[in-house]
């Protein structure tokens, strides 16, 4: 092998590594040399130290950065998302994502850091990291919003920060449906559902028995599933599971003369009303947690929808009224702690919703006001001449002619804006499934005052998936076997893995 077939192999392994989240010590690997040497016709290859690769991968990570810091510098306005991790060794991370649309109106997601936090996290402890990030980045003049989770501390170290906030409506979404289960006719019957879980979950041997009657009765082999409460749609997916086993399950457990009971027509019923309310809350999850395409604008769109569906109650039994009625009164209470002003603008700049139907009509003008303020402040101000400073006050007859003047260039600027706003209105509404960077893309010049505000507030997520998403990368990278890695290393490896995975076009 020559010497540049071997640089070539050895980066390959390099950029494999780090993408999928190998182990530094696979270099070590006798089968993985051997392969090498099969594959090239050189059997007296050897592989790289790990010294070696990790050399490469800190000049990898620096090659990779400095690409990314330089579309932050081309950005204008910037969103981040940040949320905490403990690993398994017990380390506390902090996990921070970027996004932006750039020039061409595409739009960006990708990590900026996953560090180790030694202090406590407080409030100002938080707020510090957020903005030691954005200095290091040099983005901390772009930022326009922050996304967290509605723990207290977040929500705290956001009120100390210079940016907008803005809860994950995931997290506010799953906490209401937390909230609407408790008290409701469906806690007997999910705990029910627990228990058959466990009952197959913990035996290896049940387990075993089970797979066999799902092929028995012509069905997919599955394993059930256990809701967590922090785990969204969890107990959505539980109950769907056991809908779609009852045959198998109610056979198994006859077989073994088990203790824990099938559940009973009546209860299978109440699971499948359960199933019908917690679909539509899975669906607006999964469509809010997408990181390659607009989700803020869809956030209050698809709140009214849920809305919606919760508000009707005809021939509903007693116990679904009440999850309906706490669903609506829970979900009301955390919607308007929101940064409800922010979802309003970026519903309104979206040209799929611009109609704004998911608004009250009283509230729908006073959206359009507060665009139209955000036109006004983007308007250049008018700077008086030095000469003009340093003069003497002007005679009350001229005065009264600059007030005059002053009023009328402000009549213009007011008229311009509404004519602006009114040319944007009459556009034809954008399908459904059409993306909105790109409509703004070919009317960017037709409208030019009003497409920075577009790319501002389209750029933020609606949710902290994101970071959620690290957070599981993060999970491969420490181990129980890797759990001595050092804080910067898994730094690097982490955004590395999540910066050579974004698929670009």
């Not at 579309?71 to 991370?93: F, R």
């Not at 921070?96 to 996290?121: G, M, P």
Request: net charge neutral.
């Amino acid at each position: 092998m020559t010497r540049s077939v071997s640089d070539k192999v050895m980066n390959a392994l390099v950029i494999w590594i780090a993408k999928n989240c190998r182990p530094i010590n696979i270099v070590d690997d006798d089968g993985l040399r051997d392969i090498i040497r099969t594959a090239s016709g050189d059997a007296s290859y050897n592989m790289p130290s790990r010294g070696t690769i990790m050399s490469k991968i800190h000049t990898l990570y620096d090659d990779e950065k400095a690409r990314r810091m330089n579309m932050l510098q081309q950005a204008t306005h910037i969103a981040l998302t940040g949320d905490h991790w403990t690993s398994v060794s017990n380390d506390n991370y902090v996990g921070i994502t970027a996004h932006f649309v750039d020039k061409e109106w595409k739009l960006h997601s990708f990590a900026l850091t996953v560090s180790k936090t030694e202090e406590r996290q407080y409030a100002e402890a938080c707020a510090d990291h957020f903005l030691d990030v954005a200095r290091e980045w040099k983005i901390e003049d772009k930022l326009s919003t922050l996304g967290t989770d509605s723990a207290r501390n977040m929500v705290a170290a956001a009120r100390l920060l210079p940016f907008e906030h803005l809860p994950c409506t995931a997290h506010i979404l799953q906490r209401t449906v937390t909230v609407s289960i408790h008290g409701s006719g469906f806690e007997s019957v999910l705990a029910k559902c627990r228990k058959i879980v466990g009952h197959f979950k913990h035996s290896p041997s049940n387990a075993h028995e089970l797979m066999e009657q799902q092929v028995a009765c012509g069905q997919k082999q599955e394993s059930l599933v256990q809701d967590v409460t922090t785990r969204w749609n969890s107990t959505l997916e539980m109950v769907k599971r056991i809908q779609r086993n009852k045959s198998p399950l109610t056979t198994t457990l006859a077989q073994q003369k088990s203790n824990v009971a099938m559940l009973t027509t009546q209860e299978l019923a109440k699971l499948q009303k359960l199933e019908e309310l917690l679909e539509p809350c899975r669906y607006v999850t999964e469509l809010l947690g997408g990181e390659q395409y607009i989700s803020c604008s869809v956030v209050l769109p698809a709140l009214c929808h849920l809305f919606k569906i919760m508000e009707s109650t005809e021939d509903d039994p007693a116990y679904v009224v009440k999850f309906k009625n706490d669903f609506t009164s829970d979900l009301s209470k955390r919607k308007d702690s929101t940064n409800l002003t922010w979802l309003k603008i970026a519903t309104a700049i979206d040209p799929r919703f611009k109609d704004l139907k998911c608004l009250p009509k009283d509230e729908r003008n006073e959206v359009w006001a507060s665009l139209s303020k955000l036109l006004m402040a983007q308007s250049p101000g008018k700077q008086e001449s030095k000469e003009t400073t340093d003069q003497q006050p002007p005679k009350k007859r001229r005065i009264s002619v600059l007030l005059v003047s002053s009023d009328s260039e402000s009549d213009e600027e007011e008229e311009s804006i509404e004519q602006c706003l009114n040319h944007y209105k009459a556009e034809p509404k954008l399908h459904m499934k059409g993306c909105p960077l790109q409509w703004w893309k070919k009317r960017e010049a037709t409208h030019a005052r009003l497409a920075p505000i577009a790319c501002k507030y389209l750029s933020t997520p609606a949710t902290t998936v994101p970071c959620e998403r690290l957070f599981s990368l993060s999970g491969h990278i420490i181990q129980k076997k890797r759990a001595t890695l050092s804080p910067d290393n898994v730094n690097r490896l982490v955004c590395l893995s999540n910066w050579l995975n974004v698929k670009e076009d």
